[in-house]
């Protein structure tokens, strides 16, 4: 029987980036993943000979080469890789789109802020005491987990509208809580949408899930793959390791899991424990198509364009498969890049509800994705542009793709709605990292790994930990 300092359940970017810092440490460690390629929400694979990113739409964070004191800027320290390795791409711009209102943002927060004025001149008042106190927010030890960003939001402005604009964004990119997003949560993305902005690893999510897994297995760190966790095992309330697909036990001083609150309770036996409340439930469907053309060649020079087809926003799982009312229309095109893209790529995200489509199969799922992809480009193509006349390949995924693939419940995304920003759960030595640790983003999720890592598996190193 194998004995590890630390177990890590899954080989996301929480995971790898765990097993980085641990490894730096000279702890032996593995991570364990189910399948066949590492990087969890955000991997990539492969289909009609051509390899589409799974997760990524942008890199939020962004922080330039030698700027100091920012997420990005922490997380390459504490995993000590360069600056220039990532390839990063700043966006052109993007935009935030409803039926009358049209704001557009780039890594320069005064474009933004301009354009806040321009379209809302009464609620500048407002937007600058928000800025403040965004700018000066504890958000990261949040006194109030449960206070929501609408409630919030109201005591700065009385325009809905704006409100809705700021709340759209947020909640398709980090919001696990149906109509609303925890407001710590809405403080962290707004600093990485509008203070530090959007880029693209060149050649997408690959190399950089490439360049962490090499600094892992340099460091001596073993990677599992194919190598499903049957059950986290335990014993007088402490981990003792776990118990793989194939009968094999491994035990370890810890275990760090990326699989969610409610999935590593269940892997423990311990389900019961878990609150109605704490299961997640909002997930996506996207469609990715490949273009003879490029976005930018027929207007559509946007990076990411989040729109709202009405003037409410409502953030919810749709009683149809989709709701093609709102959605995130994404261009890897439209990043700066020293090799350009071969070919023009537009992603159609919409919310779409997990027990409609896993209750289809065959040929009557393969027919649900193509006209609920023509339902959600009936509302996105008045906001961004029509793929169809240039399309030379597509694929999607639903909710059920998501479930296969990460193991989530439901195909919840951003997992469950409360989030456990210690990590800790009711077994000694069980700690979660990743989605419901509480960090967005990718970059969120790596510095969620390396939290985790200083704070429960580096506790003797403290001092070192934190350099």
């Known amino acids: 029987m194998s004995h590890y300092d630390t177990i890590l359940i899954g080989a996301g970017m929480s995971g790898l980036a765990a097993g980085i810092r641990l490894a730096q440490f000279d702890q032996r460690v593995v991570v364990l993943e189910r399948h066949y390629l590492w990087g969890g929400l955000n991997s990539f694979?492969?289909?009609g000979g051509r390899r589409f990113d799974v997760g990524l739409h942008a890199l939020t964070n962004y922080a330039a080469k030698g700027e100091r004191g920012l997420p990005l800027t922490r997380m390459l320290r504490q995993l000590r890789i360069k600056h220039e390795d990532l390839r990063l791409g700043e966006q052109r711009f993007s935009e935030i789109a409803f039926p009358d209102l049209r704001l557009r943002f780039t890594n320069e927060f005064e474009l933004f802020e301009s354009e806040v004025a321009r379209a809302f001149p009464a609620q500048m008042d407002g937007f600058a005491r928000l800025v403040r106190d965004v700018r000066e927010a504890e958000a990261f030890t949040p006194e109030d987990t449960t206070l929501g960003a609408r409630r919030v939001l109201a005591t700065y402005f009385d325009d809905p509208l704006l409100i809705e604009a700021?709340?759209?964004?947020m909640c398709y990119y980090g919001s696990a809580r149906v109509d609303d997003i925890d407001w710590y949560q809405f403080v962290i993305l707004f600093r990485s949408f509008f203070f530090e902005g959007?880029?693209?690893?060149?050649?997408?999510?690959?190399p950089m899930l490439d360049l962490l897994r090499k600094r892992y297995l340099e460091l001596g760190g073993e990677l599992r793959l194919r190598c499903g966790v049957q059950a986290i095992l335990s014993a007088n309330g402490k981990v003792s390791g776990v118990r793989l697909d194939d009968g094999t036990e491994l035990t370890a001083d810890r275990v760090l899991s990326s699989a969610g609150y409610v999935e590593t309770m269940r892997l423990a036996g311990r389900e019961a424990e878990v609150q109605d409340a704490e299961r997640g439930h909002l997930s996506f469907t996207e469609t990715i198509f490949v273009m003879d053309t490029e976005p930018v060649q027929h207007d559509h020079g946007a990076a990411v364009i989040f729109f709202n087809d009405a003037p409410e926003f409502r953030y919810r799982v749709p009683d149809d498969l989709i709701d093609p009312r709102s959605?995130?229309?994404?261009?890897?095109?439209?990043?700066?890049?020293?090799?350009?893209?071969?070919?023009?790529i537009l992603r159609y995200t919409n919310l779409a509800n997990y027990e409609r489509w896993n209750a289809l199969e065959g040929a009557d799922y393969e027919a649900a994705k193509r006209e609920q992809t023509e339902?959600?480009?009936a509302v996105a193509t008045r906001y961004g542009m029509d793929p169809r006349p240039h399309e030379v390949f597509r694929d999607s995924f639903t909710p059920t793709t998501v479930r296969r693939f990460t193991g989530h419940d439901k195909g919840a995304?951003?997992?469950?709605?409360?989030?456990?920003?210690?990590g800790t759960t009711s077994i000694e030595?069980?700690?979660?990292?990743?989605?419901?640790?509480?960090?967005?983003g990718v970059v969120g999720a790596i510095l969620s790994g390396i939290s985790m890592a200083n704070r429960h598996a580096l506790v003797t190193h403290s001092h070192e930990a934190d350099r």
Request: hydrophobic share 35%.
């Open 45 to 47: 694979y492969k289909r």
């Open 166 to 169: 700021l709340m759209l964004p």
């Open 198 to 206: 959007f880029s693209r690893p060149e050649g997408g999510i690959q």
């Open 327 to 344: 959605g995130v229309i994404c261009s890897p095109n439209n990043y700066a890049a020293d090799t350009p893209l071969p070919e023009g």
């Open 375 to 377: 339902r959600a480009l």
């Open 413 to 422: 995304v951003y997992g469950s709605p409360m989030k456990r920003l210690d």
């Open 429 to 440: 030595g069980l700690h979660l990292m990743g989605t419901d640790q509480g960090m967005l």
